[in-house]
């Protein structure tokens, strides 16, 4: 299941984010978190955050990897 708290047209950018209730940073998702029966939860806000920014956080590339999951 997916949700997004305080989502509305005023809310919509990513603070944090949550799978089965434990912090998740990264801005990707594997595909076995989209393939099991998990909870994916967002909290959304008015404003952009730090979520997702860092190094770590961005998406690994299979021909070039920065860092690997």
């Known amino acids: 299941m997916i949700t997004a708290k ?3 047209s005023e809310n ?6 949550s799978i089965n209730g434990k ?29 997702g920014t860092t190094p770590e956080a961005r998406p690994y590339s299979l021909t070039h990897p920065i860092h690997q999951q």
């Open 6 to 8: 305080n989502n509305s």
């Open 12 to 17: 919509k950018f990513i603070q944090s984010m």
């Open 23 to 51: 912090p998740w940073n990264k801005n990707w998702l594997p595909h076995s978190v989209l393939q099991g029966n998990n909870s994916i939860e967002f909290v959304m806000g008015p404003k952009p955050s730090d979520w």
